[in-house]
């Protein structure tokens, strides 16, 4: 018996200390605690509790509920909790966006979240989602580190890199995609408040936006950040917000806090994107007011500075944690417009996201260029901008358009976001991102209106004067002169003279030179964007284009390979992407004015 005593005292107080931190235990993991939870068998039509929201400042309310229905299988594997307001307050509102996350309690205990109603309902309806469902969010592999981007990428690289199809693809995705907080079955979502003007956000959803129908315009500076960071505390019943955009420009998602356990946060009782295990910032706020809609009522707020970090985000829930710290991008726009004294910069955070990242990019130029309104029909767009990288990289464009608003400057910024942060080789850090634009309300827009040159028979050696002349619609017409050389070791044959604008030339060459403008590595890729930023609108560009002599493959040109060893490398059975290609002459020179339009000269060499 003696042997035994230090085992038995071992054994007990295992036992004392287990039962004594069990709870504390299963608090830290979010699991279901029977002191804290009520399951949904116990609940029944008829029981009355109450909800916890914010309907004004950071003051959190009680607002008393009755259970209507408990509905088990209301979509595969998932059950709810239908509950009625039953104050005056949620009777004037109904469903309120924003509320989505509110705690319901009934005996005391947390049944679940608001988190879905109906549009156009005369009362105030909503649907719980259980408890038991939202602290699963999270659950699986939650020590494991966060994945740097997708894994399917949506950048075809076996073709010349172009920042006009990844653009374009963009926002043909945005087109298709779900909104962020759009009602999904039911869900009652939540808005998406921005400190950008309201004629902005008008402008911004013409571009297919997903961040949704209510993205809301919101005076950001009625209440300092700093008092809402101070007195408001992410608890049940609190604001929560996710800040995709903080600083000179805000935009944040607002929604409800539903439990807090350590520092662990469960609110809004859906999703926020759905997209799984993600990193973006977490902030506390404050609510001016509850706008009541006839469609649907929604909370007029704003966020704190951020506190935590949302790591992971469900059908059921969003799952935080305090203390954590998510990336951002540092973003300065700097806007001189013709209608407004002396230029303004604007410095701000975006979140990082492979898939959101390019929309808040998109969001916060167009809405800076835009904060003032619509532009006329006729204008001009001056821009240079930088991206820069964590390996010390950077990528530089310096432009400029004109009568098509802010399309290609966000063609050449967001469509290099998107090929850097989601391509087959390497994604890209960014560091910052730096913009700058001078809107005028005059066009300069021209068009190749004739060219002429001294001669179309010319010998190796010899130089013909080109008189290339554009129209600027309106004003004089204009013209430059070009002398272009015949090269001295020039073969005997025909040539092309091509005079045009950026436009053309790029589609020309990309079309007749393509292994200029593929990659088969992350070097080569960003060694074709430098290539593309270099080229200017305002330019007018004077090839001359040799006969195909040669091939590529791939990526690689072979100029000098005779015929006979070009003929079996172009056999298409050996699957290689192989094309007669030419060397060009280009000359360039600046007018201006966007330049339009093509003209191409059949120049023959003779011996």
């Given amino acids: 018996m003696k042997k035994n005593t230090p085992l038995m005292c071992r054994y007990l107080c295992f036992t004392f200390f287990f039962v004594l931190f ?10 279901f605690d029977n002191d804290r939870y009520i399951p949904i068998d116990e609940i029944k039509p008829g029981m009355k509790g109450y909800a916890l929201s914010v309907y004004s400042g950071i003051n959190i309310e009680k607002f008393p509920i009755e259970v209507v229905s408990v509905v088990k299988n209301n979509s595969i594997g998932k059950n709810a909790i239908l509950v009625m307001g039953t104050g005056p307050r949620f009777n004037h509102t109904g469903p309120v966006q924003g509320c989505s996350g509110s705690p319901v309690y009934i005996n005391g205990k947390i049944a679940g979240a608001l988190a879905f109603g109906w549009s156009y309902s005369k009362d105030p309806l909503y649907g719980v989602t259980p408890i038991a469902q939202m602290i699963k969010v999270g659950r699986i592999d939650k020590g494991k580190p966060q994945k740097s981007g997708p894994v399917e990428h949506r950048i075809d690289v076996s073709g010349p890199i172009s920042l006009d199809i990844a653009y374009n693809s963009f926002l043909n995705s945005l087109k298709s995609e779900k909104p962020i907080g759009a009602n999904g079955l039911g869900e009652i979502g939540f808005p998406m408040v921005t400190s950008l003007s309201r004629s902005a956000c008008a402008e911004i959803a013409g571009f297919g936006s997903v961040l949704g129908e209510n993205l809301i315009s919101s005076d950001m500076a009625t209440m300092s950040a700093g008092k809402t960071q101070q007195e408001a505390k992410l608890k049940p019943g609190a604001v929560l917000a996710i800040p995709l955009v903080s600083g000179d420009i805000k935009m944040a998602a607002i929604g409800t806090v539903t439990d807090v356990i350590g520092d662990n946060v469960l609110a809004f009782g859906h999703a926020f994107t759905g997209r799984g295990r993600v990193n973006l910032p977490m902030a506390s706020g404050f609510i001016h007011t509850v706008v009541a809609n006839n469609v649907s009522s929604f909370k007029y707020g704003q966020s704190s500075q951020a506190i935590g970090a949302i790591k992971s985000d469900e059908s059921t829930a969003v799952w935080g944690k305090i203390g954590e710290t998510a990336p951002t991008i540092p973003v300065s726009i700097t806007l001189n417009r013709f209608d407004v004294e002396k230029p303004k910069t604007y410095n701000c ?17 167009a809405g800076v260029a835009l904060e003032r309104g619509g532009l006329p029909i006729y204008h001009s767009l001056k821009y240079s901008a930088k991206i820069n990288f964590d390996n ?7 432009n400029i358009a004109s009568d098509s608003g802010v399309y290609q400057l966000l063609k050449e910024v967001v469509g290099s976001v998107i ?3 989601d391509n087959p080789f390497h994604q890209s850090v960014i560091n910052s991102i730096d913009v700058n634009m001078d809107l005028n309300d005059k066009s300069k827009m021209a068009t190749i209106w004739d060219v002429n040159v001294s001669k179309t028979k010319l010998k190796s050696s010899e130089t013909m004067n080109v008189l290339v002349t554009i129209d600027t619609f309106g004003s004089k017409k204009l013209q430059y002169d070009f002398d272009v050389k015949v090269p001295d070791n020039a073969t ?3 040539y092309i003279l091509l005079v045009s604008g950026e436009k053309y030339f790029l ?21 074709v964007i430098k290539r593309l930023s270099k080229e200017r609108s305002d330019e007018i560009y004077c090839s001359l284009i040799f006969p195909p002599k040669g091939i590529s493959i791939e990526t690689a040109p072979l100029y000098s390979l005779p015929v006979s060893k070009q003929s079996p490398l172009i056999d298409p059975r050996h699957g290689m992407r192989v094309k007669k290609i030419g060397k060009w002459l280009v000359s360039k020179k600046k007018c201006g004015y966007v330049v339009n339009g093509m003209r191409k000269i059949k120049i023959e060499v003779v011996e």
């Fill in 507 to 527: 589609e020309f060459e990309k079309r007749n030179l393509p292994y200029l403008y593929k990659a088969d590595s992350f070097e080569s890729m960003i060694k």
């Fill in 419 to 421: 090929i850097l942060s």
């Fill in 349 to 365: 955070e975006i979140a990082v996201d492979p898939d959101y990242t390019p929309i808040l990019v998109q969001a916060i130029i």
């Fill in 392 to 398: 010390g990289e950077s990528l530089e464009f310096n």
């Fill in 22 to 31: 069990l709870p504390i235990l299963l608090k830290a993991d979010l699991v």
């Fill in 492 to 494: 005997k044959g025909d």
